[in-house]
């Protein structure tokens, strides 16, 4: 089947999927860090081989050499039952092939860890294509604000004593691009090819804005042109 979206090079795209049945798809630390190795690994066109990489630590994965990445990755953050990318193609069909081996490698890991077959995401992946700045800059938000459904799920409507404080818990949440940004330490993220400033992207209060003033169901419905 066609995908109804079409994933240009140098266009930038929302992906995200989740586990089939809404379930689980990290149950623990080393899932999710399973995960983020494979976002620095499978983004390049060589077959992936996890097991090169034996039992060196994270930090020393992310400084391999990996070849050309078919994919630049802007943001992400990784939920329980689901994840969140934004992506533009450094390679035509980029992003399908980084998608590909990204949830085959992750679903052969946990289906094997956990003695269960069968399909493991809700199909191959949804996207979204962005097509200004201002919907870009709202996807950022989006995607580093996720977490905050954590800590309450209608966090939106919540005092702003309560604001202050889940500026912290975003801050220090381990599967978000946004500490790679705060840090200007980037592993897996390449901001280079996306237009937009770094201080807006860490700006707590800009992002809590930008994200709040658009309708979460359909935030294209008010967004500028």
Same mark, same amino acid.
């Given at each position: 089947?066609?995908?109804?979206? *079409?994933?240009?090079?140098?266009?930038?795209?929302?992906?995200?999927?989740?586990?089939?049945? *809404?379930?689980?798809?990290?149950?623990?630390?080393?899932?999710?860090?399973?995960?983020?190795?494979?976002?620095?690994?499978?983004?390049?066109?060589?077959?992936?081989?996890?097991?090169?990489?034996?039992?060196?630590?994270?930090?020393?994965?992310?400084?391999?050499?990996?070849?050309?990445?078919?994919?630049?990755? &802007?943001?992400?953050?990784?939920?329980?039952?689901?994840?969140?990318?934004?992506?533009?193609?450094?390679?035509?069909?980029?992003?399908?092939?980084?998608?590909?081996?990204?949830?085959?490698?992750?679903?052969?890991?946990?289906?094997?860890?956990?003695?269960?077959? &069968?399909?493991?995401?809700?199909?191959?992946?949804?996207?979204?294509?962005?097509?200004?700045?201002?919907?870009?800059?709202?996807?950022?938000?989006?995607?580093?604000?996720?977490?905050?459904k954590l800590k309450n799920s209608n966090w939106k409507k919540?005092? *702003?004593?309560?604001?202050?404080?889940?500026?912290?818990?975003?801050?220090?949440?381990?599967?978000?691009?946004?500490?790679?940004?705060?840090?200007?330490?980037?592993?897996?993220?390449?901001?280079?090819?996306?237009?937009?400033?770094?201080?807006?992207?860490?700006?707590?209060?800009?992002?809590?804005?930008?994200?709040?003033?658009?309708?979460?169901?359909?935030?294209?419905?008010?967004?500028?042109?």
């Amino acid at each position: 089947m066609e995908r109804k979206v *079409k994933l240009e090079m140098e266009e930038f795209y929302h992906i995200y999927n989740r586990g089939v049945e *809404k379930r689980r798809i990290f149950q623990n630390p080393s899932d999710y860090k399973r995960f983020l190795i494979l976002l620095y690994i499978a983004n390049n066109d060589q077959p992936l081989h996890i097991k090169d990489f034996g039992s060196m630590p994270i930090e020393e994965i992310f400084k391999q050499d990996r070849g050309e990445p078919l994919v630049a990755i &802007g943001a992400y953050c990784l939920m329980p039952n689901h994840f969140h990318l934004l992506l533009t193609p450094l390679v035509n069909g980029g992003i399908s092939k980084f998608m590909l081996k990204l949830q085959t490698g992750y679903s052969m890991y946990f289906n094997k860890k956990n003695d269960r077959v &069968g399909a493991f995401f809700q199909g191959t992946f949804k996207s979204e294509y962005i097509d200004n700045d201002v919907y870009l800059k709202y996807i950022y938000a989006y995607i580093h604000l996720n977490p905050a459904k954590l800590k309450n799920s209608n966090w939106k409507k919540q005092p *702003k004593s309560f604001l202050n404080q889940l500026k912290k818990f975003i801050a220090e949440y381990l599967y978000s691009s946004l500490q790679e940004y705060l840090s200007l330490d980037y592993k897996i993220i390449n901001p280079k090819p996306f237009p937009i400033d770094n201080g807006d992207i860490i700006d707590y209060d800009s992002m809590v804005s930008d994200f709040s003033e658009l309708p979460e169901d359909n935030p294209r419905e008010t967004r500028g042109s």
